[in-house]
C-alpha cells in the first residue's frame, strides 16, 4: 500500500523490514541481538573531460536521489567521498546540493571522506603531488562543509606497501582497502569484521576491510536476504564491523539501476529496515566506529588492486594464461581458498601495455619537475593556479582501460591534455622561458634508456619526436587550443575481442558481456584492426606501386618496418629542430636499394600560425627500383562526423571519417570550429595522390561493446624511381592555426 508503512518478520529471523513511503519509520524490540556496525562508504566521481550531461545525467538519476532519501532517514548514516572533481561541478552548477550535504554532516547524517582531490592514483604520482592532492581536498570540504576528513578514499583502491607514510604524513587517519587486499595479506575471511592498522618507515594508518559480499548485495539483492546475512555475522561476530565501499552510481547511475533503486523503493526499504532493526544494527559514521574500538591486529598487504583491475593490466599470453587460471581454479580441491594468491599486475604495468597512457604520464611527471623547480622564485598566486591545473592532469581514468577506466575514450585522454597544456602555458610565462628565443628544443629521457625524445617548444606549439620509432612526433601540442592533434591510439588486441568474434560467428549474434553489457552496434568485428605501430605523425611508408587506398585502410600496405618504425639516429640539434638519419636496405619489386634517409624536423613561430615542417632527402648509394613513398600523418580532432570538423581542399569538403583517395593540387586543410582551430598541410612537391582513412577502434564500457573514432590517418603519396646516385627531396609542413 503506498503511503502506508509495512511492518513484516523476515522468514527463519527476527528481522523487521520494513517498507517505508511517506519517511514513517517503526523501533524494533530492542535487546534480542548482538550488535553489528554497517559502515557504508560510497564514491562518487566523474572523469576530467567527461559531457555535461553525463554529469547531469547522474546528478537526477544518483545523486540527487541518494541524498533525497537519506534525508529522510535519520537513523541511518553513510560516508560519502566526492572527487573534487565533481565538488567543482556541483559548486558551479548545483550550489544548493552543496549546502544539503553540509546540512546533512551537521546533522551526523554524513562523514565526508578525502583523497586526491582531482581522483589520481596516488601511487603513479610524485609525494609533493600526492600531499597537494590530499591537501587540496581537506581544504574544500572544511571550506565547504564545516569540516575536514578525518579518512581518504583510496583511487580504485590501488595499493603499494610504502604508501601509508604518504597517507600519515597528509594526516589521513583511515581508507579503505578491498578484503581481496586482506585475504593476499594473509588473513582468513572470518578475520575481517573490523579494522586494523598498519604503517610503513613507522607512520600508522588505519585500514577498513570493504566485504565484496556487500558490494554484490547492495543494491541487487532484495532487503531482507542482505539483513539476514548482516544478522548471521551479528550473531556469530559480536560487536563487529561490516563495510562496504563501492561507487555511489550503482545506486541509480549505472543502466537500469534507477528503477530498482528508487522507482521500485529498494533504498527507502533498505534505509527503513536499517532504522528498523536499530537494536541490533547500526550503521555509524567510520570515525565513531573508530574511537570507540580497538584495531583488530596490524597488517602488511602487497601491491594490489580489485582483482578485475589486476586482470586488465595483463595483456597478450599473460592475460590468457590468468583468465584460464581463473576458470581452473573453482574445480581443484580449496580452489577459492588459492584464489586470494593468485595476483595478476601491478596498475603501473597499463603504462607498458598502453604506450598512450605512458607518453601521457611521462609528459605530466616531467611538467611536475618543473613545477618544483620554478616555484621559489615564482610569483605564489600564478604559480598556484597553473600548479591547480597540472593536478587536474592527473586524474587517474585516462591512464587506464578495463570494463571502466577511460584510455580509449579520446575526449577524457583530450580533457587531460586540455589542463596539462593550460598549466604549461601558464609555466613558461612564470619561467620566462621564450625571453631570448622564440623557439627551443632539448633531448628529454622521459622513456628511459634507448628511448631518448626531442622536445621542440614555442609559446604556443610544442612537439615531441621520438627517434626509436621512426622519428615520429607523438604528440603535437597546441598550447593555444589545448589539445595534442595526434592524441590517437594504437588498435592492439584485447581479451574481450574474441567476445566480439564470437559472437560474429554465431546465429544469436553479440548478447551480453557479464550478461549484462551489450553490443552498441552490430558488425563490429570488421573494425578489429591491429597496428604493427604506435599511430604518430610523419611516419615514412615505403611500398609497392600495386597498393591501393583500400590496403592502406586495412592495414595491408606492407610497408617496410625498417624504415617506418626502426630507429633514426639524432645527428644533429638544432635551436628550433633536429635532424634525423638511418641507412639500410630496401627491397623492391624485382630488386633492391641501399638507401639514406634524412628527417630535419623545424618548428617555426609565426603570427599566422607556428609551422612544423618535416624534410626529406633520400639518397640512393646503390640499385635502381620503383616504389611509393608515404608520409603518414595521424591526427585527431575528437569527432569523426560533426558537422563542425572537417577535411577541405579548393571546392572538395569531407567529414574526417571519410574514406577514399583524392588528388589535391594543393594544401589539405582541416577545420575544428569547436576549437577554433585550423591546420593545413603543405606538401613539396605535390604528391601523386592523397589517402584518408578513419582509425576506430572496438573498446568495452560497462554500457557495451562500442566503436570509437580515434582520429584520421592521411597519406600524402609521391611515386618514385631511384637509382644509384640518384637523390629525391620533399616536405610536409603542418600550419596550426590556432586563437591567439
Not at 184 to 208: F, H, K, M
Request: charged fraction near 25%; glycine fraction near 8%.
Amino acid at each position: 500500500m503506498r503511503g502506508k508503512f509495512r511492518l513484516t518478520k523476515h522468514p527463519r529471523s527476527r528481522i523487521l523490514v520494513g517498507t517505508a513511503r511517506n519517511g514513517i519509520r517503526p523501533e524494533g524490540k530492542a535487546g534480542l541481538m548482538n550488535r553489528v556496525s554497517l559502515v557504508l562508504i560510497l564514491h562518487a566521481h566523474q572523469p576530467i573531460g567527461n559531457f555535461d550531461s553525463v554529469l547531469e545525467q547522474n546528478y537526477r538519476r544518483a545523486y540527487l536521489p541518494f541524498i533525497e532519501c537519506l534525508e529522510r532517514h535519520p537513523g541511518v548514516a553513510v560516508n560519502l567521498h566526492y572527487s573534487g572533481v565533481l565538488l567543482e561541478w556541483f559548486e558551479q552548477h548545483h550550489p544548493e546540493y552543496l549546502d544539503r550535504l553540509r546540512t546533512l554532516r551537521e546533522a551526523g547524517s554524513i562523514e565526508f571522506l578525502g583523497g586526491g582531490f582531482y581522483e589520481p592514483i596516488l601511487i603513479s604520482i610524485p609525494e609533493h603531488d600526492r600531499q597537494a592532492q590530499i591537501a587540496m581536498m581537506q581544504e574544500y570540504l572544511e571550506r565547504h562543509v564545516g569540516e575536514p576528513p578525518r579518512g581518504a578514499w583510496l583511487t580504485e583502491r590501488v595499493w603499494e606497501p610504502a604508501l601509508p607514510e604518504t597517507l600519515a604524513r597528509a594526516g589521513v587517519g583511515y581508507t579503505l582497502a578491498d578484503d581481496t587486499h586482506f585475504l593476499s595479506a594473509g588473513l582468513e575471511p572470518e578475520a575481517l569484521y573490523g579494522y586494523y592498522q598498519t604503517e610503513s618507515l613507522g607512520r600508522w594508518v588505519r585500514v577498513i576491510p570493504g566485504l565484496k559480499s556487500l558490494r554484490y548485495a547492495l543494491p541487487w539483492k532484495p532487503v531482507g536476504e542482505t539483513l539476514e546475512m548482516l544478522q548471521g555475522i551479528a550473531e556469530s561476530h559480536p560487536d563487529s564491523l561490516v563495510a562496504m565501499g563501492d561507487d555511489l552510481e550503482k545506486f541509480g547511475g549505472w543502466p537500469q539501476t534507477h528503477h530498482w533503486v528508487y522507482e521500485q523503493h529498494w533504498l527507502a526499504d533498505f534505509f527503513s529496515a536499517i532504522e528498523a532493526n536499530h537494536s541490533w544494527l547500526d550503521c555509524p559514521r567510520a570515525s565513531d566506529y573508530l574511537d570507540s574500538h580497538e584495531p583488530l591486529g596490524t597488517v602488511y598487504f602487497p601491491t594490489a588492486s580489485y582483482r578485475e583491475m589486476t586482470e586488465w593490466t595483463l595483456s597478450g599470453r599473460a592475460a590468457e594464461i590468468y583468465h584460464d587460471a581463473l576458470e581452473r581454479l573453482p574445480s581443484l580441491e580449496q580452489g577459492e581458498e588459492l584464489l586470494r594468491y593468485l595476483n595478476a599486475g601491478s596498475w603501473r604495468n597499463f603504462f607498458s601495455k598502453y604506450s598512450e597512457s605512458n607518453l601521457l604520464h611521462k609528459q605530466m611527471l616531467a611538467l611536475s619537475e618543473r613545477f618544483q623547480k620554478a616555484q621559489p622564485d615564482a610569483p605564489k598566486r600564478a604559480w598556484l593556479a597553473a600548479y591547480r591545473d597540472l593536478l587536474a592532469a592527473q586524474c587517474n581514468d585516462a591512464y587506464w582501460h578495463g570494463v571502466f577506466g577511460g584510455l580509449y575514450a579520446p575526449h577524457l585522454r583530450h580533457g587531460l591534455y586540455s589542463r596539462l597544456l593550460r598549466a604549461e602555458a601558464a609555466l613558461e610565462k612564470i619561467e620566462k622561458h621564450f625571453r631570448k628565443h622564440p623557439v627551443s628544443s632539448a633531448p628529454c629521457d622521459w622513456f628511459g634508456k634507448g628511448r631518448e625524445a626531442l622536445e621542440i617548444r614555442s609559446p604556443r606549439v610544442s612537439c615531441l619526436i621520438e627517434p626509436s620509432d621512426g622519428a615520429t612526433v607523438a604528440a603535437i601540442r597546441s598550447k593555444t587550443a589545448c589539445a595534442n592533434l595526434v592524441n590517437s591510439l594504437r588498435r592492439r588486441p584485447e581479451a574481450y575481442h574474441r567476445k566480439v568474434q564470437a559472437a560474429a560467428q554465431s546465429a544469436g549474434g553479440l548478447a551480453s558481456i557479464h550478461d549484462r553489457v551489450l553490443s552498441k552496434e552490430e558488425g563490429l568485428e570488421r573494425f578489429l584492426l591491429y597496428d604493427r605501430y604506435d599511430r604518430h605523425a610523419f611516419r615514412v611508408c615505403f611500398f609497392a606501386e600495386d597498393k591501393t587506398c583500400e590496403d592502406f585502410a586495412s592495414l595491408r600496405l606492407e610497408e617496410s618496418p625498417a624504415w617506418a618504425a626502426a630507429p633514426y639516429r639524432l645527428a644533429e640539434t638544432t635551436e628550433a629542430g633536429g635532424i634525423f638519419h638511418r641507412a639500410g636496405s630496401l627491397a623492391v619489386e624485382g630488386g633492391g636499394l641501399e638507401i639514406a634517409v634524412q628527417k630535419e624536423f623545424t618548428l617555426i613561430a609565426a603570427s599566422g600560425g607556428d609551422r612544423l615542417r618535416c624534410a626529406l632527402k633520400i639518397d640512393c648509394m646503390q640499385g635502381s627500383g620503383r616504389f611509393r613513398l608515404g608520409l603518414e600523418m595521424v591526427l585527431n580532432l575528437l569527432a569523426g562526423h560533426a558537422p563542425d570538423r572537417y577535411y577541405i581542399a579548393g571546392g572538395w569538403k569531407e567529414s574526417l571519417d571519410w574514406q577514399g583517395e583524392r588528388i589535391l593540387a594543393g594544401p589539405l586543410g582541416l577545420q575544428d570550429e569547436w576549437l577554433k582551430l585550423g591546420l593545413d598541410l603543405v606538401p613539396t612537391p605535390i604528391p601523386n595522390r592523397w589517402w584518408f582513412a578513419p582509425v576506430f577502434t572496438v573498446s568495452q564500457s560497462e554500457e557495451g561493446f562500442e566503436r570509437v573514432y580515434q582520429g584520421s590517418a592521411i597519406l600524402p603519396v609521391w611515386d618514385l624511381e631511384l637509382k644509384t646516385a640518384d637523390s629525391w627531396e620533399g616536405s610536409l609542413t603542418l600550419t596550426i592555426r590556432s586563437p591567439q
